[in-house]
């Protein structure tokens, strides 16, 4: 994945702390239960009311498709197109946002920018902590886990924690199940959606329908801070 977000927390584990973000301000959702999307959409939603945030949304969801865990932005950037999320989205399965483009993509949001920024990205964390998605007020601190410096990504933003951190990060990236993230990326999308209508006054409500992300054969991108990883199971 790009970043490995960490979190303050007095007795954390180091591979499990977030500068710059307080545990006060962390919330958090497990993918499995009853009504996550709607948990996960009623806490953004209380966030964006809360920092008093205007729309329109724009989605900036990191990661790359080449590996399992990283697959996380790039699904819920997917998901979000099919279930006619009427806010800006980059970072798709198509078009991934990730190490190498993430500051051309930032600046392209920046600019004339008139809009909430939400940024969306796999994280890894603790063995109880997996399945987790945090909703969390403040940006994305992306590469801190794999010692990049990458830009601070979006107003607030949404993480999963797809595996265990700590160690041999690149290998436990790759071989994270692509069931687990994808449905945790069918939790968070349909939550960003259920948010948005909330965020807009919109009196639509998602119908929570999901259909498989479209993808169409592209040249491999770039992987974990930048380094070329090769097609999985290739």
Known sequence: MDSLNLRISRGSPAHNLVPGVLAISYSSVLFSVEGAAEKVA????????EGRFRPPLCA?????D????????PLVGSYLQNMGF??????????????????????EVEEGRETTVLGVDACLGTRSEIGSILVRRGPLIPGLGVKKRLPPVGDLHVAGVVNLGGFMEYVVLQNTRLSLVMRM?????????????????SSAVASGEMTEPKSRVTPWGQGISGLLLPPLGG
């Open 42 to 49: 009623a806490k953004l939603a209380c966030l964006l009311r």
């Open 60 to 64: 900036v969801c990191i990661g790359t």
């Open 66 to 73: 080449r590996s399992t865990g990283d697959a996380l932005g």
């Open 86 to 107: 009427r806010g800006r989205i980059l970072g798709t399965l198509d078009q991934p946002v990730h190490a190498e483009n993430l500051s051309d993509a930032l600046a």
């Open 185 to 201: 990326a069918q939790v968070i999308s349909k939550g960003i959606v259920k948010a948005e209508n909330l965020f807009t006054g």
